[in-house]
């Protein structure tokens, strides 16, 4: 018995390693009512993330109707592929051409957020890249060490350094440093604060493309609940009347 627990709690670390690294995940803030940063998002998801990666699951109708936005707006502004309005977002690289160029084809990022669990993990990972020479590509990310994604907001965010300390403690020989804080070793276009916000907005846009009918889940969600209040008191009254003159 002793055996399996130590096995079951080596499993549960390693899938959480892989799944996450070191780092703390932050707060996204992430709200699939506030349409302006779904909005936001999707331009910024389309103009730094689609060249690489799609997003199959979602058609540019289902988000123009989800987002508030015309077939015009949308095909102007957020289609550079040229597929029809009613087709899924795809991408023109092929999965042979992300082998060459990055060394690995970019996934679909469909289902992220659900996959992650929530918004938060692609928050945090949006601000856990920093310079690395060592890589192919000259970044690393902190929450996911080793990814083949370079930081294609770095002209927004700017160049961050990682900074590791030595491992303490008894098992420290032979362990990987620990991750202490990031260093500004260049800025970008935005400030902190504003680079966060972008951060969000594609944290938000991903976490719909994820679950587009979480959107109506939603508003369909507190319908539900006032009925199911009604139907409780109505159940009450009518029982408490049933059952009036029995004692």
Not at 15 to 22: E, F, K, M, R
Not at 157 to 175: K, M, R
Not at 190 to 200: G, I, M, N, T, Y
Not at 204 to 211: D, S, T
């Amino acid at each position: 018995m002793k055996k399996l627990i130590a096995l079951a709690f080596s499993l549960v670390a390693a899938v959480a390693q892989a799944s996450g690294g070191p780092a703390q995940l932050q707060s996204s803030g992430a709200d699939l009512s506030d349409q302006a940063s779904l909005q936001r998002g999707a331009a910024l998801f389309m103009n730094y993330c689609m060249g690489c990666h799609s997003l199959k699951y979602l058609r540019y109708s289902r988000m123009a109707e989800d987002l508030g936005l015309t077939e015009q707006q949308v095909m102007s502004s957020l289609n550079f592929t040229g597929v029809k309005f009613g087709e899924p977002m795809t991408i023109a690289m092929k999965p042979a051409d992300g082998d060459t160029w990055i060394g690995k084809a970019a996934p679909d990022l469909s289902l992220t957020a659900r996959v992650r669990g929530s918004a938060d993990w692609i928050y945090t990972y949006l601000k856990s890249f920093y310079r690395d020479p060592a890589r192919p590509l000259g970044w690393n990310n902190v929450l996911f060490p080793g990814a083949s994604m370079p930081n294609v907001l770095w002209e927004l965010q700017g160049v961050q350094s990682a900074v590791f300390n030595a491992p303490e403690g008894d098992h420290a020989a032979g362990a990987a440093p620990v991750f202490s804080h990031f260093e500004q070793a260049q800025p970008g276009r935005l400030k902190p604060e504003e680079f966060d916000q972008v951060a969000r907005d594609i944290s938000n846009f991903l976490q719909y493309a994820a679950e587009p009918a979480g959107l109506k889940r939603q508003q369909i969600g507190v319908w539900v609940l006032l009925f199911l209040s009604v139907l409780t008191l109505l159940t009450w009254m009518l029982k408490h009347e049933y059952w009036r003159d029995v004692h």
